[in-house]
């Protein structure tokens, strides 16, 4: 089975903690790594292309120090190596121009709004999951426990 991962980038210790137990129901199949710095993801990202993983989605927010969310994110976009790889911006204090280059620039796949409800995180996920798994062309059966079903029937029937 193909390792893929799901990176969640925040410089608040809590977001991530409460991020990453919201997630704990992808723990089984999937690798879930934690950055403080979107610096710290850029060089994450360089550890999983050397060791040829997958990197699935990367849950990013807008507002740290050094650089954004949104400048992470278009990075991401960029880069040819992370084609594929599926964005969500998690933020409360987005302005109207990080949202147009989120979409324009960064090529977000979803946005969530800080405070998020747990359910719509897990979603979200596992929509985004499942796109990009098809997208790759990885056998989805081993993982079909932690995807969407009417996104998977949607994908495989077109």
Known sequence: MDKINIICVDDEREVLDAVRR???????????E???SAYEC??????????????GVIISDQVMPEMSGVELLTKVAADRRFLGTKKLLLT???????????????????????????????????????????????DYEPYSDNLDAPTLYRLINN
Not at 22 to 32: G, H, Q, R, T, W
Not at 42 to 51: G, H, K, P, S, V
Not at 109 to 129: A, G, M, R
């Open 92 to 138: 409360g204090l987005a302005t109207q121009d990080d949202t147009i280059k989120a979409i324009n620039n960064a090529k977000i796949d979803n946005f969530l709004e800080k405070v998020w409800q747990p359910e719509e995180l897990i979603q979200t996920i596992k929509e985004l999951l499942t796109e990009y798994i098809i997208e790759k062309g990885i």
């Open 22 to 32: 919201d997630l704990e129901v992808f723990e089984s199949l999937f690798n879930i």
């Open 42 to 55: 850029l060089e994450l990202l360089e550890e999983f292309d050397a060791q040829q993983e997958y990197v």
């Open 34 to 36: 934690e950055c403080e």
